[in-house]
Structure formats: C-alpha cells, structure tokens
C-alpha cells in the first residue's frame, strides 16, 4: 500500500508540539500518525492511529512521549481506510519499533512506504 505522508507548508516535517490541528486538513482525518524525535540519533517516539487531530491532541499531554520533546519532536499522517488500519499500525510499529506505547494491534501487518 502506498501511502501519501502528510507534512507542513514549505515540504516541511511538522512540529508535533505546534501543528495547527484545527487546520481544515486535519479536522476530519483519519488514518495512521508517527511521531519522533529529532536529536543527533532520531528515532520513532509512537505510532498510533484514529481521528488524526484527535489523537495528537491527547498524545500532546502524555508524558511518555513528552519526555523527549528536548529533542525536537515530529509527527506525520497518512489517509488509511479503517478497514487497513490496524494492519498498517502493526506494520509501522514493527519496522519502526517506537519507545512509547507498547500495544501493536495483534493482526497481519499491512506492509506500507515509510515516510522518509
């Protein structure tokens, strides 16, 4: 499945801390979402999936991702039908293997493009 990365005016990675998640864009989204951090070793924070703005307005009070937000932190999304979802989560927690969040749906991955 190839999925369309979702980045910030400028072809830019956003902000996970301040992307505008009222934007139009975001309002009604759904699908997969992968936050990470920068730092001189960037490496995957959580991968989720739902209600796009939805969920990283939660995720932007939960400590365990907040923990590294010294580094820089970052978040992309993707369109996914609900059907596909939690295969493309699994597939995306298992090749990205996050620091938070240990709970993978317990389905057949769904292999998918990366966003980098």
């Not at 864009?25 to 924070?45: D, N």
């Not at 365990?64 to 597939?91: K, M």
Request: with cysteine; charged share 20%; proline share 8%.
């Amino acid at each position: 499945m190839n999925l369309s990365w979702g980045k910030c005016e400028g072809d830019e990675w956003c902000p996970f801390l301040t992307v505008n998640l009222d934007h139009p864009h975001l309002r009604y989204l759904e699908g997969v979402y992968i936050i990470w951090h920068g730092g001189q070793t960037p490496w995957t924070v959580y991968v989720g999936q739902g209600a796009i703005a939805e969920r990283l307005r939660c995720h932007r009070l939960e400590r365990e991702i907040l923990q590294y937000s010294y580094l820089g932190l970052f978040v992309t999304w993707a369109s996914v039908d609900s059907a596909s979802r939690n295969g493309v989560e699994r597939f995306l927690s298992d090749a990205l293997k996050p620091k938070a969040g240990s709970r993978a749906p317990n389905v057949p991955p769904i292999p998918v493009n990366l966003p980098w």
